[in-house]
């Protein structure tokens, strides 16, 4: 605190702007990383009194192409990603071909450039020196001009299910559209007890409901993505449909994740039934049960039928459970609150 009027007094109300969102985004598109993002960049973006919406993110998708093939986007790790050059090469690349913004303020201080730089100790000192400007290895890290795909994936999915996002830079293209009648469950336990039963031995789309932000605070459910990719791999037609979050975004399987209006606030996922059919379609973007709209409409709204408010400490964060916006907007408690600063 002692410091906060020096030269390099950087706070954070300086750093975050439509600039470094942008920044933010084009990372996350050219890394294939987690669709977790699409929650924590929009609720960032919001307490900074800027709009970021999933539709932007998935614009910016288009042009940004996938440069690293890491978890959850390929098999490496973030260990063999920085031994291949790391952040270094890989900012590099996306300045020089003008896909990020490098008059940004950083932690380090102002100009995203000098992140092409690593540190280093030379004789107990840190020192800092260029980065690698060849990848070292072109399995795991690629320059603009060789990328592994020329988009980073993002699909916003809409349709009368609602909502919601789908990454689709690890799903082969034929595994991209999915129409399939529904099996209906309520968390990943029973959908995994279902599969061990063998009842799920063929084309299904696997609807998990009420594990949105106001249901049970949106747990991972990466316990569900070995199942549905052994269905896969024994040739069924296999999707996922939740209002739920897999930070992987379920790697091979095509998964319309974080749907919104959620389940437990009314949304068409509480009407869905077993053997409706649905339609996930990750190339064009549609997310559709195919139910007549007058029969949709009069159905019965389901209820959760597991109590998600008790155990585990849960009791402690019931209160901002209630307050949560919807994931298109960060499922933030503060959503609100902020909105009414405008």
């Known amino acids: 605190m002692t410091k906060a009027s020096g030269a390099s007094f950087m706070p954070l109300g300086r750093i975050v702007d439509e600039k470094a969102l942008v920044n933010a985004t084009v990372a996350l598109h050219a890394t294939g990383g987690s669709t977790n993002h699409t929650l924590h960049l929009p609720a960032i973006a919001l307490a900074a009194g800027i709009e970021l919406t999933w539709q932007d993110m998935a614009d910016l998708s288009e042009v940004v192409p996938t440069l690293a093939h890491v978890y959850p986007n390929g098999k490496a790790d973030i260990n063999h990603f920085q031994a291949a050059g790391g952040m270094a090469f890989l900012i590099g690349q996306l300045l020089d071909a003008g896909l990020l913004h490098e008059d940004v303020n950083t932690v380090a201080g102002p100009g995203l450039r000098r992140y092409t730089q690593e540190p280093f100790l030379d004789g107990g000192k840190v020192v800092w020196r260029e980065g690698p400007s060849q990848s070292l290895d072109e399995t795991i890290l690629r320059p603009v001009a060789r990328p592994f795909s020329p988009e980073g994936g993002l699909r916003v999915m809409e349709g009368n299910l609602g909502r919601g996002v789908m990454k689709v830079s690890a799903v082969a293209p034929e595994h991209q559209v999915v129409e399939a009648p529904a099996r209906v ?136 459970r209630m307050a949560f916006s919807s994931a298109e907007q960060g499922a933030s408690a503060f959503t609100s609150a902020l909105g009414a600063l405008k």
Not at 289 to 309: G, K, M, N, W, Y
């Open 185 to 320: 469950f309520e968390d990943q336990a029973e959908l995994a007890a279902a599969f061990k039963a063998g009842e799920l031995e063929r084309d299904v789309v696997a609807v998990v409901r009420f594990q949105g932000p106001r249901a049970n605070g949106m747990p991972e459910l990466h316990k569900m993505t070995p199942f549905l990719g052994v269905l896969q791999d024994r040739g069924f037609k296999v999707a996922l449909v939740t209002d739920g979050r897999m930070s992987g975004a379920s790697g091979k399987i095509p998964a319309a994740i974080h749907v919104c209006p959620e389940a437990v606030d009314g949304g068409p996922l509480a009407r869905v039934r077993d053997g409706d059919v649905i339609r996930v379609d990750g190339v064009n973007g549609t997310l559709k049960v195919l139910v007549e709209p007058a029969e949709l409409a009069a159905r019965e709204v389901a209820q959760p039928t597991i109590d998600s408010s008790q155990g585990c400490g849960r009791e402690l964060f019931g209160f901002m």
